[in-house]
Nanobody, 117 residues
Framework: QVQLVESGGGLVQPGGSLRLSCAAS????????MGWYRQAPGKQRELVAH??????TYTDSVKGRFTISRDNAKNTVYLQMNSLQPEDTAVYYC????????????WGQGTQVTVSS
């Protein structure tokens, strides 16, 4: 059974930082493309960042503020979020996608991030 368990969300003031974690089980973690998505109220889910063993990519709005990383020994992917702004408020979801077989895609349950003073 595949599980992706996110943690680290919460309430933070503008300009603050949070670190999200996603622990994966039931997959060969090291070969999967790992990603973070977010969905704000009334908006579509969007890709924030994803990472392979070759590198990472980010959506423009988070470049220079967010950093995605992975620890294959711990089957965990992280999202370090700095200089948070109210527009970053959303539910953040962890995603695991097989690089060759598109039917193998998995989601976590989501963690709420709220940026407010």
């Amino acid at each position: 059974q595949v599980q992706l368990v996110e943690s680290g969300g919460g309430l933070v003031q503008p300009g603050g930082s949070l670190r999200l974690s996603c622990a994966a089980s039931g997959i060969s973690f090291s070969i999967y493309v790992m990603g973070w998505y977010r969905q704000a109220p009334g908006k579509q889910r969007e890709l924030v960042a994803h990472i392979t063993n070759a590198g990472s990519t980010y959506t423009d709005s988070v470049k220079g503020r967010f950093t995605i990383s992975r620890d294959n020994a711990k089957n965990t992917v992280y999202l370090q979020m700095n200089s948070l702004q109210p527009e970053d408020t959303a539910v953040y979801y962890c995603n695991a996608r097989h690089p060759i077989l598109p039917r193998y895609i998995y989601w976590g349950q989501g963690t709420q991030v709220t940026v407010s003073s």
